[in-house]
């Protein structure tokens, strides 16, 4: 039997002003862990957790471009599953308070879940909703 862990996948994001991301992440719920500033002033790396969930984050060492928004989505984006739709709601209207954009508000699903899509303060998708991934229907 191995002692190694089963592969797991972390996200990370690159942010212009990671200190204000981690600001707004903070406003939704997360809680920051780690932050590793370099001699420039800028974040490194960061990390935030929100119960098993840890995303990576660091100030951009580029000028990179966020795909845009093409009707409600990006094409690419990082879902947050709450347990409930109050959480769902919840979720979305402290991210919009704190200066996210609006995208889909909370609503029910023809598949039975609770959902909602803001894009951050930097133009990043998340979206939220009470669908379990991996699991069978």
Known sequence: ?????????HAY?????????LEWLSAIGFEVIARQDGTDGRVAHAEVRMGEIVLMLASSDDEYTVPPLRGVSSGCGLYLRLATAADVD???????DAGAREVIPPEDTPWGSRRARVLDPEGHEWSAGTYQPGQAR
């Open 1 to 9: 039997m191995s002692d190694t862990p089963p592969a797991r996948l």
């Open 13 to 21: 994001l690159s942010y212009d002003s990671a200190p204000a991301a």
């Open 90 to 96: 919840g979720w979305y209207h402290r991210a919009v």
